[in-house]
């Protein structure tokens, strides 16, 4: 579904020369939910913003089902970290859900029964009404959350979106997110800095390297479908997989050159 | 608490009226110069039951609205155009800064050269004083657009017109409330100027024409409706900035979450 080949961005500008991403190769398959998670600063922003074709990439190139991206594709949806600022504090939830729709150019009843769905969805169905402003920052992720679902993307690109909440919060999001990619089928990037979000999230993690970036290492989780933060948590395979992903982020701090080669037992 | 202070106000104003009435009584002033609040009361009295003046408020009121309205369209669209267009804002920038300061008052003689007492002339000099205080607020309030709204709007497919029309324009409104306030001060100033030295039809003419003939209360009694007028825009400015930026931060207040 989504092809990331040979991926580099060097921003140039006042004398400086900053290589954020140097070579970056992954795919992520429909219907897969694929955490990215790296040490703060190596560049996973940038990386998403390539993806979602808000940024020109410096070589390499991204593919969605095939077709080369070079601006915002119609076919993907983003939620930013920033909810307060990516929701338009001028228009009430409902418009805010819709504005994307009246681009598409679909009809006024497809169009409500979209933004109706979508806030249902996320258990907003009766904040259409309210400003986001008058919500709180939950339930103003959440309404971003409805606007990417209610543009029906076949990849929806997350650029750690539960970085601002509180902790009960996020664990409330992260169960969203989960529910939502198994209702719905859909195709999910995820990227985070938080490890334990990657692997009780993710269906695979890739790991990425400090800056300039590459992969690392991309690690299956196999954890079961169903999953809740009491159980899945303590699970002792969960253990192991966040340890094995702290390792990698922790020697891409220090900048070794090659992965650990720590035994990472398979689940029997 | 607004009550009390509604009331401080009137009894204020009260205060003044008094004041304005006793002092010239007194003798402290000389009664010919400084005609007494009543006889100012009087003279707007007969002022209101003449219909030359009702006229002349018209005009002054023709004027301004005119003038202001066409500020307000060319300072929002060549604003606009200014920040949307790559390169341009720079290129204006100095020639706007020299052109900015230049005082309205200053463009009488070319307009009387251009357009004599017509309409016209009240027109060249509002506009001129008006257009600058829409414009400067355009191109601060278009700077502010918030990158990650735009991004939003981009990632979603919004072209460059959607963009301006649901990000730019919203972020910017509030900058521009501001300048359609100050523009619409400035243009009662200028018409009623324009008026006055010109002698273009209108309150400023009439305020002139009293003066010339020794009719000093009602040349206090005109100078009172044009204060009561620019009391009057103001008020209503603020009115439609509330309503048009109920969800802005300055005027929503604190939300509990």
């Given at each position: ?59 390499g190139?991204?593919l ?14 983003f939620?930013?970290?920033?909810y307060?600022?990516?929701?338009f ?28 769905d ?50 009960q ?20 990037l995820?990227?985070?800095h ?8 993710g ?18 989780v ?47 | ?13 009260a ?21 007494p ?21 018209g ?39 020299f ?7 200053a ?14 002339s ?17 191109l ?5 657009v918030d ?11 919004l ?71 620019g ?5 209503g ?21």
């Amino acid at each position: 579904m989504l092809d990331v080949r040979g991926l580099k961005k060097v921003y140039e500008g006042s004398g400086r020369r900053v290589e954020a991403v140097r070579d970056l190769t992954f795919s992520v398959a429909a219907g897969e939910l694929v955490c990215l998670v790296g040490p703060s600063g190596c560049g996973k922003t940038t990386l998403l913003r390539c993806v979602g074709g808000l940024l020109r990439p410096t070589a390499g190139e991204v593919l969605l089902a095939g077709r080369k991206v070079d601006g915002p594709p119609p076919g993907m949806a983003f939620v930013f970290q920033e909810y307060g600022r990516s929701l338009f504090p001028w228009m009430r939830v409902g418009e805010n859900v819709e504005l994307p729709l009246r681009r598409k150019g679909l009809g006024k009843a497809r169009r409500r029964e979209l933004v109706a769905d979508a806030l249902g969805s996320v258990g907003l169905a009766d904040a259409a009404g309210a400003y986001p402003w008058q919500l709180s920052g939950g339930m103003q992720q959440r309404v971003a959350i409805a606007r990417a679902l209610a543009y029906e993307p076949e990849v929806l690109l997350m650029d750690e979106p539960f970085a601002a909440v509180d902790a009960q919060t996020r664990a409330d999001l992260e169960d969203l997110v989960r529910r939502l990619w198994r209702e719905r089928s859909m195709t999910i990037l995820f990227v985070t800095h938080d490890i334990d979000e990657a692997v009780y999230l993710g269906e695979r993690v890739v790991v990425l390297s400090a800056s300039p970036t590459v992969v690392r290492e991309q690690l299956k989780v196999d954890l079961p479908h169903g999953r809740d933060q009491v159980h899945t948590r303590v699970a002792p395979r969960f253990a192991e997989l966040r340890t094995r992903v702290y390792e990698q982020i922790q020697a891409a701090k220090r900048g070794t050159e090659r992965p650990v080669k720590s035994p990472l037992p398979r689940q029997g | 608490m607004r009550g009390a202070n509604a009331a401080l106000g009137a009894a204020g104003l009260a205060a003044f009226l008094a004041l304005g009435e006793a002092v010239p009584r007194l003798g402290l002033v000389e009664e010919d110069y400084f005609p007494p609040t009543s006889r100012i009361a009087d003279a707007l009295g007969t002022e209101i039951a003449d219909g030359s003046f009702w006229t002349a408020l018209g005009d002054t009121l023709t004027g301004w609205a005119l003038g202001l309205a066409i500020a307000i369209g060319a300072g929002i669209v060549i604003g606009v155009v200014l920040s949307v267009v790559p390169y341009l804002r720079e290129a204006t920038a100095s020639t706007i800064e020299f052109l900015r300061p230049i005082p309205s008052v200053a463009l009488i003689p070319l307009a009387v050269l251009l357009y004599g007492t017509e309409l016209r002339s009240v027109l060249l000099l509002v506009v001129y004083a008006s257009f600058w205080q829409v414009l400067i607020q355009v191109l601060y309030g278009v700077q502010d657009v918030d990158p990650v709204a735009e991004e939003t709007a981009r990632s979603y497919g919004l072209g460059p017109w959607a963009r301006v029309r649901h990000v730019l324009w919203p972020t910017a409104l509030p900058y521009v409330m501001t300048g359609v306030r100050l523009a619409a001060a400035v243009a009662l100033i200028l018409a009623i100027t324009a008026e006055l030295v010109i002698g273009a039809p209108g309150l400023g003419a009439r305020i002139a024409v009293a003066r010339t003939s020794q009719a000093v209360p009602e040349m206090y009694a005109l100078i009172v409706v044009a204060g009561l007028l620019g009391l009057l825009i103001n008020v209503g400015a603020r009115s439609v900035e509330r309503r048009a930026l109920a969800w802005h931060q300055s005027v929503r207040g604190e939300v509990a979450v």
